[in-house]
Nanobody
Framework: QVQVTQSGGGLAQAGGSLTLSCAASGHIIGLRDMGFRWYRQSAGNQREMVAEISADGTTNTSDSVKDRFSISKDEAKNTVLLTMKQLKPEDSAVYYC???????????????????WGQGNQVTVAS
């Protein structure tokens, strides 16, 4: 099974920077791929996906954070970073890491998928 652990975030001034980290751990025999997504949710708002990175390294960011946030992965540590720059007060939210993965289960002879959420980290941007 996979365990997802987040760290980082905190408080920044408008225009400042913060980084979030998401580490996926656990032994998965037959792991084929693993993708990461960052979501955020603030009071009065729907949860939104802000960035993602797929197993092949393809990245995507939402329009609301385009050109300000970037997502990257340290393959050796199986850890994904969300680097947030030019922060705005409206970026304030709880940020959640979501990990989805697939693996080949030899006992059933087929692929399986799984997903895990991180615990969430607060990001607060002061005006």
């Amino acid at each position: 099974q996979v365990q997802v652990t987040q760290s980082g975030g905190g408080l920044a001034q408008a225009g400042g920077s913060l980084t979030l980290s998401c580490a996926a751990s656990g032994h998965i025999i037959g792991l084929r791929d693993m993708g990461f997504r960052w979501y955020r949710q603030s009071a009065g708002n729907q949860r939104e996906m802000v960035a993602e990175i797929s197993a092949d390294g393809t990245t995507n960011t939402s329009d609301s954070v385009k050109d300000r946030f970037s997502i990257s992965k340290d393959e050796a540590k199986n850890t994904v970073l969300l680097t947030m720059k030019q922060l705005k007060p409206e970026d304030s939210a709880v940020y959640y890491c979501f990990v989805h993965y697939s693996w080949f289960a030899e006992d059933v002879g087929d692929h399986r998928t799984g997903a895990r959420w991180g615990q969430g980290n607060q990001v607060t941007v002061a005006s």
